[in-house]
């Protein structure tokens, strides 16, 4: 440890504590200051003294904010004080980066001390090759189960499932019960609920612990029994998990394999988070962005990006290619060429306005085969009525500006029957896609933009080679 008296004022033990955040809810750049001294120094008390206490979402803003050599450095300064559940607060890129400098050793006794969904969720974007070499530093019953969590498919409930539960004989007395819940070690933490099975580890129901509390201890645990518990199935996708959570209100689900064995639970703190990891992942893929983070690397984000950008390229080159067709009428009319693209730029706003909703609506089953017509011809009503809005705000524009009274009712004409189009794209292509088993969220911007590019030049350029031709 570096001699005290080097150690800055405001690390000293007897100094004032520092704000974690500032007047804006941001880590305060004095606290930042201050920890980035005690890695630098190597400052293991200092370090400590500062993140004591932190709640692990904290500490994983922390780990967010430090350099990425910084990271490991302080985990390894903190020791078996460092709460390796901070890390499942971070996104992908910056946790895999952090275990990747850590040693084996040093993960495995981490890990061990946390749930297991949490240690999991740690464990899986690593290589193969990383997983098994931690894996293999944990004691055997350990890991038999993270390896079993691990064997489930990726995004499916077996996958982020907490294997650690209470279940009971139906048999037993409240008595008995209460007694085993006072005096067993390994319990979680933290529980709603018992379930009940047969001696083959098959789910019979549920006690709710404020019923468990309310029977007197001669009762039976079969007499309080709920026989018809929400259940999850290890293989169910998680998207369909957190609407069955949300659908009822519930807290946790039972978590059943394929012979209706318990092997674990879903909680209603981790479908929050699957919730705004599938949130997170439609409004990127609207962007074009994919699965970008913020601490990707230069060559990642690009490409990420790049194919998207390169689908809008070929969308505006046919765009420029009808453009192309009515060039004898723009040189005739330059008038032509000032007005067009409010045409085309209405359309796309209007088009990714019903898009938005249309794939959001799908993502949470708002939207479906029993009311897609329904919706459809909403939107349909909606481009008209906006359509016929802005024709005459822009069609009167035009006439002030330009002084032909032609050139109004021509670009009136095309923006209502541009504004129909994108909200039928909008609306129309989202549901096509989603039919042909392709992620709306991914692949609808580049459709409905090419739709209202081509609609609105086509249409504004067409009606004016007719009207003035």
Wanted: aromatic content about 6%; charged content about 25%.
């Amino acid at each position: 440890m570096s001699d005290p008296t080097t150690i800055e004022p405001e690390l000293r033990p007897e100094a004032e504590p520092i704000p974690l955040r500032d007047a804006n809810d941001n880590l305060s750049a004095a606290f930042m200051d201050a920890l980035e001294r005690a890695i630098e120094q190597r400052d293991a008390e200092a370090a400590r003294r500062l993140t004591d206490d932190l709640h692990e979402a904290d500490l994983g803003a922390i780990l967010e904010q430090l350099a990425s050599e910084q990271r490991p450095a302080l985990i390894e300064l903190l020791g078996d004080s460092f709460d390796f559940t901070a890390l499942t607060e971070l996104d992908e890129t910056t946790r895999v980066e952090i275990l990747e400098d850590l040693s084996p050793e040093t993960v495995a006794d981490g890990v061990r001390d946390l749930d297991s969904d949490d240690a999991v969720y740690i464990l899986e974007d690593l290589d193969q090759e990383e997983r098994e070499e931690i894996l293999a530093q944990i004691p055997s019953v350990e890991r038999i189960a993270l390896k079993r969590s691990l064997d489930y498919p990726e995004d499916s409930a077996g996958r982020r499932m907490q294997t650690e539960f209470i279940a009971i004989a139906p048999f037993w007395t409240v008595g008995q019960t209460g007694d085993y819940l006072r005096e067993a070690e390994e319990l979680p933490e933290a529980f709603h609920e018992v379930f009940v099975v047969d001696p083959s580890y098959r789910l019979l129901g549920r006690v709710g612990l404020d019923r468990l509390l309310r029977a007197k201890r001669t009762q039976r645990i079969e007499e309080l029994v709920d026989e018809s518990p929400q259940l999850v199935h290890a293989t169910d996708e998680l998207e369909s998990v957190a609407r069955l959570f949300q659908r009822y209100n519930l807290i946790s689900a039972a978590v059943v394999d394929e012979s209706g064995r318990l092997v674990g639970l879903m909680t209603i703190d981790d479908v929050v988070d699957v919730i705004e990891e599938e949130a997170d992942r439609d409004i990127k893929r609207l962007a074009g962005v994919g699965d970008e983070e913020m601490s990707d690397r230069l060559w990642d984000i690009i490409k990420s990006r790049l194919p998207w950008l390169c689908i809008n390229l070929v969308t505006a080159i046919l765009a420029s290619a009808v453009i192309g067709l009515f060039q004898g009428e723009l040189q005739r009319m330059v008038a032509l060429a000032v007005l067009m693209p409010i045409v085309a730029s209405q359309g796309g706003n209007a088009g990714t306005q019903t898009m938005t909703v249309a794939v959001r609506a799908l993502a949470t089953r708002a939207l479906g085969p029993h009311n897609a017509m329904r919706v459809v011809g909403r939107e349909l009503l909606v481009g008209l009525l906006n359509g016929v809005f802005f024709a005459v705000i822009v069609a009167v524009m035009a006439i002030l500006r330009f002084g032909i009274v032609d050139l109004g009712v021509v670009i009136a004409a095309a923006m209502i029957i541009n504004l129909i189009a994108a909200s039928l794209g909008g609306i129309l292509i989202p549901l096509a896609l989603n039919k042909l088993k392709a992620d709306p969220a991914v692949a609808s911007g580049a459709f409905v933009t090419t739709i209202t590019d081509l609609v609105g030049f086509f249409s504004f350029l067409g009606f004016a080679a007719l009207w003035f031709g």
